[in-house]
């Protein structure tokens, strides 16, 4: 009778998980179609901006270039990966691209996944939301998940962009590209844009629409600040470098040194990081007080 009982609680305890899943992608899937158009336009931009990128690119002119970008100050080498192969396509995008996508793609996600849940406040939208039969836990997952779905879009265009590239303009000879490490940079871009959207999205289940945003952005700022530069503070401070995500994102570690020595220990750094700071976000949005 025992035994049943047992089966028929671990029954109902996994019918209550699949249907707990199946709400948080329900709301997965409505804010992904909802920001479909948007989505899609931005992704595109990235795909001929890579195009862009790839076209410039010339062996010899960018080899010559370097010289000049040896003479540069510490403090602008620090801000583009502190190493120049200029000369080879794995250097020039880790320096041009990969170096300064915090901008072009961080600012993006995070903009995004910190006005999230406070414009729903705003709008008074939240109301309809959380009052059917739905946990506020569910609600936090399935709008996190667009956010991560958001990231594998924008990286698959930085990809589409990249590839196309490579193997379309005579400027680049694929037989010279490592294309194997851009691949493993690509899929570390994306834990780094994920881990870029968590830090918004977190601010996003406890403050208003302006004081989400500035302070998602003044955090990104401070990371990157410490975690590109912190090579020129005192040797007693560099260990600061150690709570910034953008520490974590060197690309030039595979494009330029060629090595794998610490590159999956910082993507499970980063991924770790991301699941601590949405864990924490549901905990904060299940505690917080919203009239329904």
Request: aromatic share 14%; net charge positive.
């Amino acid at each position: 009778m025992n035994t049943i009982t047992k089966n028929a609680r671990i029954r109902i305890k996994w019918k209550n998980i699949a249907q707990s899943a199946k709400k948080t992608l329900k709301i997965t899937r409505k804010e992904v179609y909802v920001n479909r158009k948007g989505t899609l336009f931005y992704t595109l931009l990235m795909i001929l901006f890579l195009l862009m990128m790839t076209a410039m690119y010339s062996p010899e002119l960018f080899g010559q270039m370097q010289d000049l970008y040896a003479s540069l100050p510490p403090a602008i080498l620090e801000m583009i990966g502190g190493q120049l192969a200029l000369g080879e396509f794995g250097g020039f995008i880790s320096t041009y691209i990969f170096s300064f996508c915090w901008m072009y793609l961080g600012i993006y996600v995070m903009l995004k996944s910190s006005q999230d849940i406070p414009k729903e406040i705003d709008y008074k939208t939240i109301d309809l939301i959380l009052s059917k039969p739905i946990k506020r836990g569910e609600f936090v997952w399935g709008k996190y998940l667009h956010h991560v779905i958001i990231a594998l879009l924008i990286t698959g265009g930085v990809s589409i962009g990249l590839f196309i590239g490579i193997f379309l303009f005579p400027n680049i000879n694929p037989a010279e590209v490592y294309l194997d490490e851009i691949i493993v940079v690509i899929a570390w871009l994306f834990c780094f844009l994920v881990a870029l959207a968590s830090t918004g999205f977190l601010f996003s289940t406890f403050l208003n629409t302006r004081m989400a945003l500035a302070t998602s952005f003044g955090l990104m700022i401070f990371f990157y600040m410490i975690g590109s530069f912190s090579g020129l503070l005192p040797e007693a401070a560099q260990g600061i470098k150690y709570i910034s995500i953008f520490y974590y994102f060197r690309p030039s570690e595979m494009l330029i040194d060629h090595t794998l020595d610490l590159v999956w220990i910082h993507i499970l750094i980063l991924i770790i990081y991301s699941l601590v700071i949405v864990i924490i976000a549901t905990i904060i949005f299940s505690r917080r007080d919203i009239p329904v």
